[in-house]
C-alpha cells in the first residue's frame, strides 16, 4: 500500500546517498523561488541521525514509557488497513481509507531538526507531504479556526493504554494559520522507508518548531474545529505544557532549563548544544506569533 519494500535507501549506502540528496537540496535553494527554496533553507547543513537511533529512542506512551519500549512493543499494532475520520467544519467529512485518501499527493523529503520537550534532540529525514495539501480536501469552511487531532486507541495491542499515565486517546491541535504553514508535514516514511509503528504509522504529524509532544502519532481523527482545543500533555500538567509549544530557549520548563539540548548519538557529555529560538525555524514562523506573548503563551 505505501512503499514497497526495497528503495534506494536499501541499494545505496547511506553516506553517498545524503551526500547527493544534498546537492540537490543546495541546488533548490539557489535557483528556485518560495515554497520549495525555503524549505531546502531550512534543512541546509543538517545532518541526520541514523535509522536505527531514531527508530530505537521513541516517545509513544502507548506502548509504555521506556524510550525503548515503543520499538519493542509496537510491532503489533496493524496499520494496513487504516482509517481516518475527518469531521467538524468541513464539507467533505467522513471516514476515509488512509491509502485511497493520500495516494494522489506526492511525497518528499524534509530534513528537520526535532526537539523534544525532554531536552533531547535529532535530525530526522522524513518523508511525507505538506498538511495543507490533505486539509485541501475536506473543503474547510470559514469557521474553522484550529485544527484537532486525535491517536488510535487499540488496548488490544497498546499495552500502555492500561495505566492512566495521561488521559487516552492522545490529542493535539494546531492553530488552522500553523497547520497549513508549509513547515508542517504528514509524515509516512523515514530514510525512504515506511514509517515504523514506533515512529507513528501509518502517518503522524511532524512540526519542526514546535517540542515534539505536538507531532502526534498514528492519527486517527481530524477534526476542524473553532475552539481552541485542548491537548493532552496540556490536560495532563496545564502549568507545564501549553497548546502552543513553539521551542523557545528563553522560557524553561518548571523543572528544568529548555536552553540546551542534548544530541541523540553525540555521546551522553559532549553532545549538548544550544537551543535554538522556533528550533532555528524562526525565520520561516516567527511571523505567525507577531504581538503573542511567548512567555504566556508557552
Ligand atoms: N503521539 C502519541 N500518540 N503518543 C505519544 O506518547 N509522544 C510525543 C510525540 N507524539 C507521543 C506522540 C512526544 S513526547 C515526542 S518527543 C514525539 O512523539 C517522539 O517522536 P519519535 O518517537 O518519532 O521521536
Redesign the pocket.
Given at each position: 500500500m505505501f512503499k514497497p519494500d526495497l528503495t534506494r535507501a536499501d541499494v545505496t549506502p547511506e553516506r553517498f546517498w545524503l551526500n547527493r540528496r544534498k546537492l540537490i537540496a543546495a541546488l533548490g535553494a539557489g535557483s528556485v523561488a518560495g515554497g520549495f527554496g525555503l524549505r531546502a533553507a531550512a534543512q541546509e547543513g543538517l545532518e541526520p541521525n541514523t535509522w536505527e537511533q531514531?527508530?530505537n529512542?521513541?516517545?509513544?506512551?502507548?506502548?509504555g514509557i521506556g524510550k525503548e519500549d515503543?520499538a519493542q512493543n509496537a510491532g503489533d499494532m496493524s496499520v494496513d488497513p487504516w482509517r481516518v475520520t475527518v469531521d467538524g467544519l468541513v464539507d467533505n467529512p467522513d471516514e476515509y481509507a488512509l491509502d485511497e485518501l493520500i495516494s494522489d499527493i506526492p511525497t518528499e523529503e524534509r530534513i528537520y531538526r526535532?526537539r523534544?520537550?525532554?531536552a533531547?534532540s535529532?535530525v530526522?529525514p522524513w518523508n511525507g507531504f505538506e498538511l495543507n495539501k490533505l486539509l485541501a480536501k475536506f473543503g474547510v469552511q470559514p469557521e474553522a479556526k484550529y485544527v484537532a487531532f486525535e491517536?488510535?486507541l487499540l488496548p488490544d495491542v497498546m499495552e500502555?493504554v492500561q495505566f492512566p499515565v495521561?488521559d487516552w486517546?492522545?490529542t493535539?491541535g494546531l492553530r488552522l494559520d500553523e497547520a497549513m504553514h508549509p513547515l508542517t508535514i504528514m509524515a509516512t516514511g523515514i530514510y525512504g522507508r515506511q514509517i515504523p509503528n514506533?515512529?507513528?504509522a501509518p502517518m503522524?504529524?511532524v512540526v519542526p518548531w514546535k517540542?515534539?509532544?505536538?507531532?502526534?502519532?498514528?492519527i486517527v481523527r481530524i477534526s476542524l474545529v473553532a475552539e481552541q482545543p485542548i491537548n493532552?500533555?496540556q490536560e495532563s500538567a496545564p502549568s507545564e505544557y501549553g497548546f502552543y509549544a513553539n521551542v523557545n530557549p528563553e522560557v524553561d520548563h518548571p523543572r528544568w532549563s529548555q536552553a540546551t539540548e542534548r544530541v541523540i548519538g553525540a555521546g551522553f557529555f559532549g553532545g549538548r548544544i544550544d537551543t535554538l529560538p522556533f528550533n532555528g525555524y524562526g525565520n520561516e514562523v516567527a511571523a505567525l506569533y507577531e504581538g503573542m506573548d511567548l512567555r504566556e503563551n508557552f
Open positions: 531514531i527508530t529512542y521513541n516517545n509513544f506512551y502507548e506502548f515503543p526535532f523534544c520537550v525532554e533531547w535529532m530526522i491517536t488510535a500502555g495521561l486517546p492522545y493535539e514506533q515512529n507513528g503522524r504529524l517540542y515534539g509532544f505536538k507531532s502526534i502519532k498514528s493532552t500533555w
